[in-house]
């Protein structure tokens, strides 16, 4: 009878059962599609006059045009298909509903963050495109600028996880975690039993997690395991087999608050592969930043706002969330830093536009890292731009991809920046998963914003914008130490392929936006 149930949970399996969901969903959408093809006379001319007429809405809205030009090419070349897919899936926001209630909390939180305009006024003296960025970050994504906050910037999983684990032991009053994957193995082993002791100890340990980003490497229900442990949890947007819009909203945030003092972000998730205990796809290259000081309390509110829509919750005492003044006496930078977050559902690409701001002040250098290019043309113009002007423009990508489509449409982007004087590099030990920017020793952004579609439009981000912080010039440091381990791409290289990879690139280009 043990050996039956085991087999039963084995084939009846959570994630078994959503791909057999969305297999009956396809199914039933190919039904429907060959019935009105071959069975309906007019059914095809309906579909055409509802896809030009889907078409005209997608062409009116404010959505990305790279992003409109896909869909109404589906629409407009299959339009039984493309209308019904487009209803089931096609629209990059989340229904008016969940909209006003993130908002709501959204709003909420801007409260608990004022500016100070002594900062911005000693930017606007000092260098007035920092000023402008500031004032960005502030007037259109709620966050303000700090100074007082201390930053020291990690080059890879393992340095970050030795410095979790010793501010981890540190934790007093409270514990904040937000992050998109987490798997069971040496690194998530180790945090959940400094996790498990503290919470037993009176710490007040918080975690969200992303259902779709743990979906293959949590058991089910793990959020009920971790409360029994006396871990207070909640799940992003949990995962069912139906095909919904606001399945395209993923929690791609990586937080981690600690007694309202420490802080950390960047691209590093709560699995063995980022501390290269496991490789996969060859070394894993990521990295990460850690706050100290008064700017952590942006990343306090962060969590807290996310924290209360899932709970549906309304703002807590929040003053006890604050950092104890004498914890933070000794925290200094010389430069100043905004945490920001960036949400799919304001309609304002924030991540995108701090990016796009950078490329477009900097007087000498860009450096980026990102492990996907999949960009559109109003980053594109940007990047050639800064490079026709004479800015050194450089990108490194992963040589050994995680996803072999994705870095297809990745390779495809290179030809037409390479031609106007960018400069790209390919990881080669393998998979380079830092989110960095990095301009003129003077500017960086550390966080989780992807240069994708996903990252800049549909997921939500954190990332931390520095100016003239302690930590930058480690940055650039570790990019160039990193360029070392890289082979230049050429643009004879993206000549000298087939013609059927050509257009296999072109192809899956086009559709970039829906990956």
């Known amino acids: 009878m043990h050996v039956l ?33 071959t069975l309906y006379t007019y059914s095809y001319l309906v579909f055409l006059g509802a896809g030009a007429a889907l078409s005209l809405y997608i062409y009116n809205t404010d959505i990305n045009p790279t992003y409109k030009m896909a869909w109404m090419f589906v629409i407009l070349s299959f339009p039984i298909f493309g209308v019904m897919f487009f209803i089931f899936f096609g629209n990059i926001h989340s229904g008016d509903r969940i909209r006003k209630r993130m908002m709501q909390y959204n709003d909420e939180a801007r409260l608990l963050l004022p500016q100070d305009n002594k900062i911005i006024n000693r930017l606007h003296w000092d260098n007035y495109a920092a000023e402008k960025q500031a004032k960005y970050l502030y007037n259109y994504a709620g966050y303000p600028v700090f100074t007082n906050t201390s930053t ?15 501010q981890l032991e540190k934790a007093r009053r409270f514990i904040f975690l937000e992050y998109f994957i987490i798997a069971e193995g040496l690194m998530w082993g180790t945090i959940l039993e400094i996790l498990e002791r503290k919470a037993s100890e009176g710490v007040d340990v918080r975690l969200i997690y992303d259902d779709i980003g743990c ?97 549906g919750n309304h703002m807590e005492d929040t003053d006890k969330y604050r950092p104890i003044p004498d914890e933070i006496a000794d925290f200094h930078d010389e430069g100043v830093v905004v945490p920001f977050t960036d949400s799919p559902l304001d309609e304002e690409p924030v991540g995108e536009n701090v990016y796009l701001n950078i490329i477009n002040s900097a007087e000498d250098y860009v450096y980026i890292t990102t ?61 380079i998963h830092a989110k960095n920017f990095v301009s003129d020793d003077k500017a960086a952004v550390v966080g989780t914003i992807n240069l994708d579609f996903r990252s800049l439009y549909l997921h939500f981000e954190c990332a931390a914008w520095m100016y003239k912080c302690d930590c930058i010039p480690d940055i650039k440091l570790d990019y160039l130490e990193t360029l070392r381990q890289c082979q230049e791409i050429s643009y004879s290289d993206c000549l000298n392929i087939s013609i059927f990879r050509r257009i296999g690139r072109a192809i899956l280009r086009l559709f970039a936006p829906m990956m």
């Open 5 to 37: 149930t085991k087999i039963l949970k084995k084939v009846f399996n959570r994630t078994v059962v959503c791909i057999l969901g969305i297999i009956i969903q396809v199914t039933y959408l190919i039904f429907i599609f060959l019935t009105f093809g």
């Open 152 to 166: 020291k910037y990690f080059p890879g999983g393992e340095e970050k996880f030795s410095e979790m684990i010793e």
């Open 215 to 311: 979906l293959l490497t949590l058991p089910y229900k793990y959020n009920e395991e971790l409360e029994r442990r006396g871990i207070k949890c909640c799940v992003f947007n949990q995962f069912r087999p139906v095909w919904s819009a606001k399945m395209n909203n993923r929690d791609h945030r990586k937080i981690l608050v600690i007694d309202g003092h420490t802080a950390f972000t960047g691209g590093i998730n709560l699995a063995d592969e980022y501390i290269n205990e496991k490789q996969k796809y060859g070394r894993w290259k990521d990295s990460a930043v850690m706050l100290q000081g008064e700017g952590v309390w942006s990343f306090t509110v962060m969590f807290l706002s996310m924290w209360n829509y899932l709970t």
């Open 371 to 431: 492990p996907y290019l999949i960009i559109d043309n109003e980053m594109q113009t940007a990047l050639i731009l800064a490079a026709k002007s004479g800015v050194d423009v450089r990108i490194i990508t992963p040589h050994i991809p995680d996803k072999k489509a994705v870095f297809a449409v990745t390779r495809a982007h290179y030809r037409n920046l390479l031609r106007y004087g960018v400069k790209i590099y390919e990881y080669t030990p393998g998979f």
